[in-house]
């Protein structure tokens, strides 16, 4: 995982000297608004969601969660299923064993981890924590797919063919949703969730890779801490503010720039920042034990260089 690119995606070109104080500015808002979100979803002692969340969630229950599993070969009556859509239904009905309910397993999730999740988000004093709490949420959908492999080709198929009444019950215009289904590269977007899953599931000698890239991933909350509060260590971004500068200045495209060019001379500035965050001198021995000494990790390097 490149764990620096998140960090830089700051649209406009600052001097070398206020980078870090303009991408906290930016992300002081984007974690505004979502406390904002969370605010509208959560009653007002945070502790659980509003009645009306949990209405819509028992309304999504009574659909993704039926009775009675429907066999394959059964006849689909489209104003029973009018969520998902007889179609969808059929993909995930076509599933083994209990793949069958993973869509009810995701709404079971979001009810009984919701609340708790959202609450610990608001109360986090930091990234590093803030991190942990997404992770720890979005782990659990993680060990869902990886027993279930095949609920992403069913899921893909379903939204690619998707006959349900959402939009038309709820008012909402369908044909930006159309138009992004059409124009996807879906043999792509197949292959990236099944490398990840390749790379993320299962053991490796003995290790538990979920948990073990749970841990890896979240630990890029402590590059925000550092970075923010101006700490100058090799958990920190402050040692790259020269080539974060020279990255942030390649991606300024002036009219008239070769297009070959350009991207070639930002993928060079990447990677030159990239190198000298992974490998510098001072830090390698540091950034390895933090980030590459699993063997969940060297495996998924490996997954990754097969499916290049």
Known sequence: MKIFACLLCVAVIVQSSDIFNVYKQQNDVILDNARD?????????????????KELLALVESQVCPEEVPEEGDQCDSDSNWLLGCRCTSEFSALEGSCKNTPCKMVHHMKDSGPKAMS??????????MFKV??????????????????VDAT?????????QAFVLSGIDRTQFDEIVDHLDWETVRGILH?????????????????????????????????????????????????????????????????????????????????????????????????YGSCCVKRAGRVYLLRA
């Open 156 to 164: 893909i198929n379903c939204v690619r063919s998707y006959d349900g």
């Open 120 to 129: 610990d988000f608001m109360s986090a004093d930091n990234y590093e924590e």
């Open 37 to 53: 979100m969370i605010r509208t979803v959560m009653n007002d002692d945070g502790t659980d969601f509003r009645p009306y969340v």
């Open 195 to 291: 490398g990840y899953l390749d790379a993320i599931c299962g053991e490796q000698n003995g290790e538990d890779c979920l948990a073990v890239f749970n841990t890896w991933q979240a630990q890029a909350g402590i590059f925000y801490d550092n970075t923010f509060s101006g700490v100058d260590n090799c958990m920190s971004m402050v040692r790259l503010e020269t080539e974060i500068g020279a990255y942030m200045k390649s991606q300024v495209y002036e009219e008239g720039m070769d297009t070959k060019s350009y991207f070639y001379g930002m993928v060079e500035a990447y990677m030159e920042m990239e190198e000298v965050a992974m490998c510098g001198a001072d830090c390698a021995q540091e950034i390895q034990e933090a980030y």
């Open 134 to 151: 997404v992770m720890d949420c979005i782990e659990e959908v993680w060990r869902i797919l990886c027993e279930c492999r095949g609920v």
